[in-house]
């Protein structure tokens, strides 16, 4: 294959396409504000991007199984009030809460398969169940973060910002447990034909439990490191997130069906949509007009990425 | 049920019977398309995990595609999704004989060829035979005869789920196999209508169609009112050319002339059919909806009036036309949409083997229904898989492969030729 054959192929388009969306948002940031092109103009802008990439990393494994997490962004927002109040007052506490939810997660997993539900409908619901609980947990914004959350969330790092180099870590340890490893290929499997799964011996309901517990534990990790940048919390901090976990899935190269995932263009769609928000600051447009924005963003991707197929099929 | 004389204690499944050696190549693939070959070979091989298991299982795929179909180009990297379809095959096959922890002692084969081409067929089922010498038994489930006739040892004729013959394959010939498929025990058999003997071509030509992928611009002729049967074996192209002629219908393309409004009987009644939250009559009405417009409104009363002349005439079983469609049993929903195609206008009925599933006292109902409105003028385009069904035909196009084969006229109508003219070959 020559370097040209290499570079258009589709395989290769589809797989660049992300990091590519990325570098041009990015290039032209720093030609409307150069000031941005630098350690603290790239921290600044990037520090909400770890939250958000570990909460697109639990949509992604929800989106390998076919299915769709309605609850992620409620899910985290509890998770940071339990963060900012259990865990900070009493560890032991906190810590127990924080796995009952991982728990629960895979417990809604277990019943999504075991009844056949739509996981649309049950995530839904979820979402309120989360808000609840967090409500009553903190019903008013406050509570504290734990000292060493926000002493790693606060980590300077020399000449590379501490949220990329997080950024990196996350897509790297992903990408190998679910690309790389044997039983990572089951369950990508389990996107792509089920019953293939089922039939060669393997157990699908298994698979949706461990898909789904990874899911809230990663809906965890994402609320903890949001209350070490705000350092206190509220039961509606994240509400955004749901939405930002699907797009960034889908920015990243993912697919709703089919078990078509991508670890590391998840977190790169996820730094992507982070940027969209400092990008129309410097362009002196309104924050109103982000979601918009984002949605602009994704509809342009997401084109592209028809173009690629078109020539593909 | 035994495997190796043994009786199976715990309940039966596929992981059962593949810890016992027994692998099966299924006709709809079983791989996922998301996956590269090797991790494709992983899922049926749990024994390939730890450091290094992409490079084993790579191995063993390609070591098995090397000597089955040489020269395949497949790489064990490909994402099976990218792959063509007889690609795609070709990994499936190789890899229900690939062997890792349990040893391999049946691959049952279910239309292995259907997606190759001459040259892998060839390369299979030359396999097969070695690999038989070696010591493995093979299924080859098939419908091309030649391939049963050359390779097989023995050969198990089946019909309607049940066994009808079993011999040595030397023991059969071609002619001989086939008549051994339709030599059936004839019970239950609905009689044949009384056979109509009618000149073709008094009544002008209605519906002219050449099937998309017919090469030989052998077309599907039909007169008006008259009954033509498409037969052949399941889904060889009849449902496609019916929905060509639906399609054409008022606008003529190059393949088709359709003259003539056109309505659908649909076959699958749960996915083509019924409207499952709608009552009878909304079914029954839908097709004819533009008739019985008022004032920019559906007319409640017109729609309830052909309600209820169709459940009359058609013998619907309801206490009320307004009760949902689930509510009639799967022959009188079918009877509905019966109705709902000869309660519209339309001058050509298009029948997607309309029977499935119908009870015998219902099929008759609609034969002759079917004929009275024939000799009315309609024209029906019957798609059948029931020989007994085409008896009802004044003229049958048999298809295999989305061509038409062969034409049979009412007189030259036997089981025997339109089972020859499904089965043959290209030589």
């Known amino acids: 294959m020559t370097i040209m054959e290499r570079i258009t192929n589709?395989?290769?388009?589809?797989?660049?396409?992300?990091?590519?969306?990325?570098?041009?948002?990015?290039?032209?940031?720093?030609?409307?504000?150069?000031?941005?092109?630098?350690?603290?103009?790239?921290?600044?802008?990037?520090?909400?991007?770890?939250?958000?990439a570990l909460a697109t990393i639990a949509q992604m494994f929800i989106l390998t199984v076919n299915d769709l997490d309605l609850s992620i962004g409620a899910f985290v927002g509890l998770t940071a009030s339990i963060g900012a109040t259990l865990l900070a007052d009493n560890p032991v506490v906190g810590v127990c809460a924080l796995a009952a939810c991982v728990a629960a997660y895979g417990a809604i997993g277990a019943l999504i398969h075991w009844r056949n539900l739509p996981s649309i409908v049950v995530t839904l619901g979820m979402s309120f169940v989360w808000l609840g609980i967090a409500v009553i947990i903190l019903p008013t914004p406050g509570g504290t973060s734990p000292a060493w959350i926000k002493a790693i969330m606060g980590l300077k790092v020399p000449y590379?910002?501490?949220?990329?180099?997080?950024a990196a870590v996350i897509a790297i340890v992903v990408q190998v447990l679910l690309m790389h490893t044997s039983y990572g290929a089951t369950l990508r499997g389990a996107g792509g034909n089920p019953r293939a799964i089922e039939r060669a011996g393997?157990?699908?309901?298994?698979?949706?439990?461990?898909?789904?517990?990874?899911?809230?534990?990663?809906?965890?990790?994402?609320?903890?490191?949001?209350i070490g940048?705000?350092?206190?919390?509220?039961?509606?901090?994240?509400?955004?997130?749901?939405?930002?976990?699907?797009?960034?899935?889908?920015?990243?190269?993912?697919?709703?069906?089919?078990?078509?995932?991508?670890?590391?263009?998840?977190?790169?769609?996820?730094?992507?949509?982070?940027?969209?928000?400092?990008?129309?600051?410097?362009l002196k447009i309104s924050p109103d007009w982000q979601i918009g924005a984002q949605g602009a963003i994704l509809i342009v991707v997401l084109a592209l990425r028809a173009l690629i197929k078109r020539r593909e099929g | 049920m035994e495997i190796h004389g043994a009786a199976i204690n715990e309940k039966y499944s596929v992981a059962v019977a593949n810890s016992r050696g027994i692998r099966c190549v299924f006709q709809e693939l079983s791989l996922c398309p998301n996956l590269t070959v090797a991790e494709n070979a992983q899922i049926i091989h749990p024994s390939l995990k730890g450091f290094g298991w992409r490079k084993r299982a790579d191995a063993l795929i390609k070591a098995k595609l090397d000597e089955i179909f040489p020269g395949h180009g497949i790489d064990g990297d490909d994402l099976v999704g990218d792959l063509s379809i007889g690609k795609r095959q070709m990994v499936e096959i190789a890899r229900a004989f690939t062997v890792t922890a349990q040893s391999l002692h049946l691959v049952i084969l279910d239309e292995p060829t259907s997606s190759l081409d001459v040259v892998t067929a060839g390369q299979l089922l030359a396999y097969i035979r070695k690999s038989v010498e070696g010591g493995t038994?093979?299924?080859?489930?098939?419908?091309?005869?030649?391939?049963?006739?050359?390779?097989?040892?023995?050969?198990?004729?089946?019909?309607?789920?049940?066994?009808?013959?079993?011999?040595?394959?030397?023991?059969?010939?071609?002619?001989?196999?086939?008549?051994?498929?339709?030599?059936?025990?004839?019970?239950?058999?609905?009689?044949?209508?009384?056979?109509?003997?009618?000149?073709?071509?008094?009544?002008?030509?209605?519906?002219?169609?050449?099937?998309?992928?017919?090469?030989?611009?052998?077309?599907l002729v039909a007169h008006k009112g008259e009954i033509i049967g498409l037969a052949g074996l399941a889904s060889h192209g009849q449902t496609h050319t019916l929905l060509q002629v639906y399609q054409a219908a008022g606008k003529s393309d190059k393949r088709s002339r359709v003259e003539g409004p056109v309505a659908?009987?649909?076959?699958?009644?749960?996915?083509?059919?019924?409207?499952?939250?709608?009552?009878?009559?909304?079914?029954?009405?839908?097709?004819?909806?533009?008739?019985m417009v008022k004032f920019g409104l559906i007319d409640q009363e017109a729609e309830q009036r052909l309600a209820d002349e169709w459940r009359e005439r058609i013998k619907i079983k309801t206490p009320d036309m307004d009760n949902n469609i689930l509510s009639l049993s799967g022959g009188n929903q079918q009877k509905a949409l019966f109705a709902r195609a000869l309660g519209s206008d339309a001058e050509i009925v298009l029948m997607d083997d309309p029977m499935r599933g119908v009870d015998i006292g219902t099929k008759l109902e609609v034969y002759d229904l079917i004929r009275a409105e024939s000799e009315r003028g309609r024209t029906f385009l019957w798609y059948t898989t029931e020989m007994d069904e085409l008896n009802n035909c004044d003229h049958t196009y048999v298809f295999r492969s989305g061509q038409i084969v062969a034409e049979l006229s009412r007189n030259e109508l036997t089981e025997e030729k339109v089972l020859q003219s499904s089965f043959e070959e290209t030589a």
């Open chain 1, 160 to 166: 590379i910002p501490f949220p990329i180099i997080a």
């Open chain 1, 202 to 226: 393997w157990s699908l309901l298994k698979i949706k439990i461990v898909m789904y517990s990874a899911a809230g534990f990663f809906g965890v990790l994402s609320g903890l490191s949001l």
């Open chain 1, 229 to 282: 940048l705000t350092s206190a919390a509220d039961a509606h901090i994240a509400d955004r997130y749901t939405l930002y976990s699907i797009a960034g899935v889908i920015l990243g190269g993912g697919e709703f069906v089919g078990g078509r995932v991508s670890p590391v263009g998840a977190v790169i769609g996820a730094l992507t949509l982070t940027l969209t928000g400092s990008f129309l600051i410097f």
């Open chain 1, 10 to 52: 589709p395989r290769f388009l589809r797989s660049a396409l992300p990091l590519a969306s990325f570098a041009v948002l990015l290039s032209l940031i720093f030609y409307v504000q150069p000031r941005a092109m630098s350690y603290f103009g790239l921290n600044l802008m990037l520090q909400y991007a770890v939250p958000i």
């Open chain 2, 264 to 291: 659908l009987v649909a076959g699958d009644r749960q996915t083509d059919g019924v409207f499952h939250l709608w009552s009878i009559a909304r079914n029954v009405g839908i097709r004819s909806i533009r008739s």
């Open chain 2, 137 to 219: 038994s093979c299924i080859l489930i098939s419908h091309v005869l030649g391939e049963i006739l050359d390779y097989a040892d023995r050969i198990v004729v089946m019909k309607d789920g049940r066994v009808v013959a079993e011999r040595a394959a030397s023991e059969f010939d071609r002619d001989s196999l086939v008549a051994a498929m339709g030599n059936v025990v004839k019970e239950a058999r609905i009689e044949a209508h009384e056979q109509r003997e009618r000149e073709r071509g008094t009544t002008p030509v209605v519906v002219s169609a050449v099937p998309e992928k017919q090469t030989d611009g052998r077309a």
